[in-house]
């Protein structure tokens, strides 16, 4: 599954099994697609409340049965269940083999049985900072030097608008998605004013 890119033409989407998915497939068509028409399969799964699983855990599960990255969406794991959204030519092969994750058991439900919210939590937060440039806001945002932050940004770790961006003086608008790996996902919002000493007030929503 891509990173979705969101320059493209009006015959060119991005659907990743849900709202606001992070991983998603590209459809081009003439006309405008609707869920069903995406190759993506919700599997859910089932395990005890006391058991802990993370997204890692799965994803090494599923990396562990040969599974290619790119057919893997997104993994939520809330308490108790988990959905994996992927290519729907190998959930059958899932099917048939993931029944552990880790030394955990796991059982493959029917998705009108999976007690998991689709609708992420998000918190808005508030920073100052002294130009709307990419490495500006992410150091605001992860607590790194600026110098810890251009390594992370020139590294491929940063996305805008869910394409990877090395360019750490790019200017970020509002309404730019910003997606940094191991800190989440962020939407900057509207400039809410300046300090006395003319640095910039904005407000960024945090996907938790």
Partial sequence: MLEKHLSFSDSISFYGGYDNAQRTVM???????????YPIKKLCFKFRKTDKLSHRDFLGSLMGLGI??????????????????VKDEIAP??????????????????????????TPETEIKSVIVSSMRLDVIVAALTNLSRGKTSELIVSGKVFVNYSECKNTSLILKENDILT?????????????????????KINIVHYR
């Fill in 68 to 85: 290619e990255r790119d057919c893997v969406g997104d993994i939520l794991v809330g308490e108790g269940y988990a959905a994996v959204f």
């Fill in 93 to 118: 092969y899932i099917d048939s083999q993931l029944s552990k994750v880790g030394r955990v058991g796991v059982t493959l439900i029917d998705e009108k049985d999976c007690r998991l919210s689709f």
């Fill in 27 to 37: 459809g081009s068509c003439i006309y405008e697609l609707e869920p069903e028409d």
């Fill in 180 to 200: 940094i790996r191991g800190n989440g996902k962020f939407i900057v919002k509207e400039q809410s004013g300046t300090t006395k000493k003319g640095r910039i």
